[in-house]
C-alpha cells in the first residue's frame, strides 16, 4: 500500500519526507492502459511521470498550503505535457500527452531530453492553487527551463527540481526519485530556514538563512548520504530499511506516518454518468453519427486516461431516460 513518512534530524535544521506509491500509482498506469486510443506509456514515460508523481507528492505534503500543487513538464519532443496534481489531503491524479515521433523508438528507451526536450524549450511548471481565492487572485506559478545555469540540458528531473526549489524557495533541497511500473517512490532532505527562529521577524532570518545556501555543513553531510540511495534500493526495500541504512548515525524523530486513507492516493472525478451527461450535451444526431462510424461512442477521461464506452443500446438509453440534471448542482467541478 501507498504510504507516506516525514522526520526530523534531532537538533538540525533539515528534514526529510519519503514516500512509495505502489496502489496509487499502479491504478494510474492501469487507467492508460486500458485506454484502446492511447494504450499505456512507454517505458521511459512512465518512469518520468513516475518520478513527477512521487516529486510532487513529496512537494505537496511538505508545505503547509490548502489547495492544489500541479507539477507540469511542457515538452518540445514527443512528450508535449505530463502533469501531476496534488491536493492538500494528498489525493492525486496524473498524465501525460504522448505524439510519437518519427525515428525515436520510445519503447527502446529514452532520455529526458529526447522525451521533452529536444530543442532545448522544455520547461517545468510548480503551480500552486489555493482551495479559496480572492476576487480576481491568480494561482502562485513558477516555471523553471529543463537547462542549467550554462543551458545544457538536465538529464534528470530531480536536478531540474532541486534547481527550482533554491531558485524560488532559497531552500537547499535533495530529492532522489525512482519509478518502474509498480512503485514511485522519493527521497526529499530539505534544510530548514533556520532552527528555532521562526518567530524573529524579518530581514536578519532571510539574510542568515541565504548566507546558508550551500554552507550548512548538517546539511550537506545528510545530503551526501541522501544521494547515496540508489534507485533499486529505493524501489524495493521498506522505509524502515531505507532510513536506518542512510542515516544510521544520525538521530531521527519520525512523524505519525500517512497510511491507509491518509496515504497519498488516486481519485479522479470521471464517471460514467458524467460522460453520460457530455453525450447527452452532444444531442441525438451527432450521438448516432459516431454510432454510425465506428460502432460505438467511446470517450477517454483527459485527466486519468479511462475510456467509458457507450453500445448503441447505451447510448440510445441517454437519449430515452435523460440523466437527472437536478445532481448536477452537487457537482464541485
Ligand atoms: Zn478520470
Known sequence: MSELHKFLFDGLPVRGVLVRLTDTWTEILRRRASNSDTAGYAAPVREMLGEMTAAATLMQANIKFDGALVLQIFGDGPVKVAVVEVQSDLSLRATATVQPQPGLDLEAGATLSQMVNARNLGRCAITLDPKTKFPGQQPYQGVVPLFDDQGVPIEK??????????????????????????????????????????????????????????????????????????????????????????????????????????????????????????????????AEEIIAERGDIEVGCEFCGLQYRFDPVDAAQLFVAPVQMASSGAESH
Not at 526549489?165 to 512503485?183: F, G, I, N, R, Y
Not at 545556501?213 to 553531510?221: P, V
Not at 532510513?243 to 497510511?259: A, D, G, M, N, Y
Request: with cysteine.
Open 157 to 286: 528531473l530531480s536536478e531540474v527540481l532541486e534547481h527550482y526549489m533554491l531558485q524560488s524557495e532559497q531552500l537547499d533541497t535533495t530529492l532522489v526519485l525512482a519509478a518502474d511500473d509498480k512503485v514511485a517512490a522519493g527521497l526529499l532532505i530539505q534544510r530548514l530556514p533556520m532552527a528555532g527562529v521562526g518567530n524573529l521577524a524579518g530581514s536578519m532570518v532571510s539574510r542568515e538563512n541565504e548566507d546558508q545556501i550551500g554552507l550548512n555543513e548538517s546539511y550537506n553531510r545528510i545530503a551526501v548520504l541522501a544521494s547515496s540511495l540508489k534507485r533499486e534500493e529505493l524501489l524495493t526495500l521498506d522505509v524502515d530499511t531505507i532510513l536506518r541504512r542512510l542515516f544510521w548515525e544520525e538521530s531521527i524523530t519520525r512523524f505519525e506516518p500517512l497510511v491507509g486513507e491518509q496515504a497519498p492516493r488516486f481519485v479522479c472525478n470521471c464517471s460514467r454518468e458524467r460522460v453520460g451527461k457530455m453525450i447527452v450535451g452532444l444531442g441525438p444526431k451527432e
